[in-house]
Nanobody, 124 residues
Framework: QVQLVESGGGLVQPGGSLRLSCAAS????????IGWFRQAPGKEREGVSC???????YSVDSVKGRFTISRDNAKKTVYLQMNSLKPEDTAIYYC??????????????????WGQGTQVTVSS
């Protein structure tokens, strides 16, 4: 049974940092590309960052230079380090696993499994 459990969300002031974690179980993480998506109130879900099985990363322009996605296959965990947070980063952040063999991108077209989400609020 596939499970993705996100953690690390919370309330942070503008300019602050958070590190999100996604703990995976029920499948071999090594063989799958992973992504982080987010959805703000009243907005469509958007792809934030993704990482291939060999570590190639892609990020949406609005977070480049501030967010870093990484993976630790031995710990079966994917991370999203978020620095210099802005109020517009406020959203529910979801971990997602792409279908095996798919090159990841920032759309959800090829997402096989989703986590339950973790709330990130950036406010003073």
């Amino acid at each position: 049974q596939v499970q993705l459990v996100e953690s690390g969300g919370g309330l942070v002031q503008p300019g602050g940092s958070l590190r999100l974690s996604c703990a995976a179980s029920g499948f071999t993480l090594d063989y799958y590309a992973i992504g982080w998506f987010r959805q703000a109130p009243g907005k469509e879900r958007e792809g934030v960052s993704c990482i291939s099985i060999i570590g190639t990363t892609y990020s949406v322009d609005s977070v480049k230079g501030r967010f870093t996605i990484s993976r630790d296959n031995a710990k079966k965990t994917v991370y999203l380090q978020m620095n210099s947070l802005k109020p517009e980063d406020t959203a529910i952040y979801y971990c997602a696993v792409f279908y095996r063999g798919v090159e990841p991108d920032l759309t959800s077209d090829y997402v096989a499994w989703w986590g339950q989400g973790t709330q990130v609020t950036v406010s003073s």
